[in-house]
């Protein structure tokens, strides 16, 4: 009886034997790594952090679940395109880092973001170079 016995728990061994439980299930939804709702969305900029300031300056009442997600996408891209734009100006100007100057440059050459920041003072920007046409030299006729 003993050597039955002791085969029986050899088989039983060499096979895996699952039991009900949490075990080595495969089925089921198992353990999910989290994914940020920025990186749902495609965006670099954080929609989750964006919503709870949505939440958090009583803009409204309620807040939907896409409020966030759009802002987000639009801070994204005005950031993107100044930074674009301060960086072609960085580069006419030989230089491989963005400065203020470069920021004042990027935004009151384009048309569309000086009506956006018309009214908006940047910190050691300065201003567009510009001379007056009634100050130039006049050309002598000879």
């Known amino acids: 009886v003993d050597i039955e016995l002791k085969k029986s728990l050899s088989i039983a061994q060499s096979k895996s034997i699952t039991m009900s439980g ?3 299930s495969k089925g089921g939804r198992g353990d999910k790594k989290a994914v940020s709702s920025s990186t749902k969305a495609g ?3 954080p929609v989750a ?9 009583k803009y409204a009442t309620r807040t939907g ?3 966030p997600v759009y802002l987000a996408a639009v801070l994204e891209y005005l950031c993107a395109e100044i930074l674009e734009l301060a960086g072609n100006a960085a580069r006419d100007n030989k230089k491989s880092r963005i400065v ?4 004042t440059l990027a935004v009151k050459n384009d048309e569309e973001l000086n ?3 018309g009214n908006v003072t940047i ?3 300065g201003v567009l170079p510009n001379i007056h046409a009634v100050l130039l030299p006049k050309k ?3």
């Open 115 to 117: 009506k956006l920041l």
């Open 49 to 57: 952090r964006i919503g709870r300031y949505l939440k958090l300056g």
């Open 65 to 67: 679940a896409g409020a």
């Open 22 to 24: 949490k075990g080595k």
């Open 43 to 45: 965006l670099q900029f």
């Open 100 to 103: 203020p100057r470069h920021l």
């Open 140 to 142: 002598s006729s000879s």
């Open 123 to 125: 910190a050691s920007g």
